[in-house]
């Protein structure tokens, strides 16, 4: 085996273990589980356009926008459907499902089912020369599904306010 199989072997299992890091990190909204995967320059874009997703996030932004939907959701959690590195551009693209979890208390009705989000994501990663950390993702939003969520997401936020007294 040459010196190059051995190291793109490496390399990639360390693609693949931070890319798995990556995805756990939606099952507890927990920016500190994420933290160490991310280089300095982290940057996160959405597409497509048609989703109108939000504008590019940093590193603290996106720790705060993890913080921001922990408020009303304990998980989302992503599961790996499907993952294919590439050594050679440092990349790994994750194909994923996803599945709200929102706070019961913040839920103004009791219909599981209606409250229950299934999104489907590709996520492009993009890593730095070790592969243990992340510089850029490209996140690919479900375009039909974003829509419904962020109307749950609006009506548990309008119960939190309700709930607390806001």
Aim: charged residues 30%; without cysteine; proline residues 6%.
């Amino acid at each position: 085996m040459s010196t190059q199989s051995t190291t793109d072997g490496e390399l990639t299992k360390r693609l693949l273990a931070t890319a798995a890091t990556f995805i756990q990190v939606f099952a507890s909204l927990n920016p500190d589980t994420i933290a160490p995967i991310q280089a300095e320059n982290y940057r996160q874009e959405f597409a497509p356009a048609s989703a109108n997703g939000p504008p590019p996030r940093s590193r603290d932004e996106f720790a705060a926008h993890l913080r921001h939907l922990g408020e009303i959701l304990s998980g989302f959690p992503v599961r790996a459907k499907q993952t294919w590195p590439n050594p050679s551009l440092r990349q790994v693209v994750v194909w994923a499902d996803s599945e709200t979890q929102f706070y019961p208390q913040f839920k103004d009705n009791d219909d599981e089912e209606e409250w229950r989000y299934r999104g489907e994501y590709m996520f492009i990663l993009t890593m730095d020369q070790t592969g243990e950390k992340i510089e850029h993702v490209l996140e690919f939003l479900d375009s039909k599904g974003t829509e419904r969520l962020r109307g749950l997401m609006a009506r548990a936020r309008k119960m939190k306010e309700a709930v607390e007294g806001k």
